[in-house]
């Protein structure tokens, strides 16, 4: 049984469809923050079974040691649980800290070490990369949001903890632009609020939600002015972590911790998603141009060599099949 803390949202959801397809057997927790119920019968639609599920904030740690104490048969924890909204961050840090940096340190106080570990970590860590593509060993830069440091800090714990204990392993995933969403229509991206990510926001002023896109700055140098990024369509990145737990249980780890980039490898522009929007949609995209938004870095997309040679996994889809599954989502949710 695996443990996937925030495993009703968004990554966490698309990451257990992708291991129970596997037959592997799924503990979810969740404190429903930034989720909610809909998604766990979304997930029992497309698995045709039922889910263990336990509504509970992994910054509790009574109850967190309860429940882990309760569930000798764990084989692995994926740790998704964390707040994400660079913004917010920066209003308040102390909830980014306690969330995401003491959530974790309870987790992996409550864990035996010899339980595999997989933490979502986030291309953020890089910063603005001196060289494109960006490789793993590529400098850890300051971030730019106190959101960005907790996935820092949460690396140099989780590596600390693997030096510390010679039996804990574990493997951080710096994810790229996850976009997308289940092809059956029962899971998919859901932001609370008004969303700040780029295929959300098109996907919903697209149908009227929310006012018109605006781009944010054409003066960049990119090939079209605008910044460049690494779309991956989320069941590509739920599946990445499916092969990374299959690393760390066949102990082909060539270190006790390690990190993987998950990207496709491919940049794209903000006006070549709008124009894949404009493709798969048939639609044309109402925006505007304006000024920069400030903390936006220029180009950025992964080397994911590492990940094809050593994790058995490539990404599948293409941007338009991403944008599509965005786009058919959407329209299966309008009315939320
Ligand atoms: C953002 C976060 C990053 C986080 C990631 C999670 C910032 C500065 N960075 O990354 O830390 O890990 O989300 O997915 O918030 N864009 C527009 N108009 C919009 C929205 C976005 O032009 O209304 C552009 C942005 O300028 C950017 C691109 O679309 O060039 C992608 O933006 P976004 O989806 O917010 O992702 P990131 O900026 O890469």
Redesign the pocket.
Known sequence: MILITGGLGYIGSHTVVELIAQGKEVLIVDDLSNSNLQVLEGLEKITGQSINFVQLDVKEAPPLNELIQAHPQLEGVIHFAAA?A??ESALNPLKYYQNNVGGLLNLLQSIPTNIPFIFSS???VYGDADALPIVENSPIKRP??P??NTKKIGEEILEEHSRAHANFKAISLR?F??IGAHASGYIGENPKGQP????P?ITQSAVGKIPP?????DDYPTADG??V?DYIHVVDLARAHVAAFNRLEENKSKTAYEVFNVGTGQGHS?LE?IASFERVSGKSLNYSIGPR?E???VT?YANVDKALQQLNWSPKYSLDEAVHSAWQWELNNSSR
């Open positions: 994400k660079v913004g986030s291309c953020t730019k949001s959101y960005g994810y632009n996850p700040e990510n780029l295929v926001y896109l605006t781009v944010f700055g605008t910044c990024r903000v998603v938004r903390g936006d870095i950025a």
